[in-house]
């Protein structure tokens, strides 16, 4: 069974504080995402890596970093929390390519709700 | 600056009609417009999805309609069920990049 897991479902961090949120998928994905949800902006894209130690900046990725050390392990830092950083966090996983002429699934976590105080 | 427009924000439905969601893209590259659905605590998850090559594509319940011209894509819920409620998002992908871009979501609520 296909599984993308969040080391956190609900965190609580003060401002300027280092803050890591991690990922880790069991189904050998090439791809692993980051993205933020808030109400009514949807669903938007930090940073995507397509393979070990590679990755690429989304949508916002101010505030922002990033670390691929090993396949199934993909971490979120934020270097020094701000308030307007409080939001939901998802990763996501993916095969990399197309199957069918449809780019494959992603899957994604339950999600992490971090608020900055 | 968002490239995948979503309406309506929310949605409320009596048990057994048809729930329709509208998404209006700008980028031409855009190949890949997939459908996913959110329940409450639970990450999104695909629900189906539809290159611009076919106007349309049904699984069970679920149609998207596709205008290239238009630039517009919908989806449609037919017979929606209280089970349906959740949110939806429609997305967006170039070809050769695998990034979605996901329009802002739809929460609808099927009455029973």
């Known amino acids: 069974d296909v599984k993308v897991t969040q080391s956190s479902r609900y965190l609580v961090k003060r401002t300027g504080e280092k803050v890591f949120l991690e990922c880790v998928q069991d189904?050998?994905?090439?791809?692993m995402f980051w993205y933020r949800q808030d109400p009514g902006l949807g669903l938007r894209l930090i940073y995507f890596?397509?393979?070990?130690?590679?990755?690429e900046k989304g949508d916002i990725p101010e505030g922002y970093s990033v670390s691929r050390e090993k396949k199934e392990r993909f971490s979120l830092i934020l270097e020094s929390a701000s308030t307007n950083q409080t939001s939901m966090y998802l990763c996501a996983s993916s095969l990399w390519g197309l199957a069918g002429g449809l780019w494959y699934e992603q899957y994604f976590g339950p999600g992490t709700r971090l608020t900055v105080t | 600056q968002q490239q995948v427009k979503q309406s309506p924000q929310s949605l409320i439905v009596q048990k057994g009609g048809i729930s329709i969601i509208n998404c209006a893209y700008e980028?031409?590259?855009?190949?890949?417009f997939p459908w996913y659905q959110q329940f409450p605590g639970k990450g999104p998850a695909l629900l189906i999805a539809?290159?611009?090559?076919?106007s349309e594509k049904k699984e069970g319940r679920f149609t998207i309609s596709f205008n290239k011209s238009a630039k517009q894509f919908s989806l449609h819920i037919m017979d929606s069920q209280p089970g349906d409620s959740a949110t939806y998002f429609c997305a967006a992908s170039a070809s050769n990049t695998g990034k979605l871009i996901f329009g802002q979501g739809t929460t609808l609520q099927v009455k029973p």
């Open positions: 189904m050998d994905h090439e791809n």
């Open positions: 539809i290159r611009p090559d076919v």
């Open positions: 890596s397509y393979d070990v130690k590679m990755k």
């Open positions: 980028n031409t590259a855009f190949d890949y």
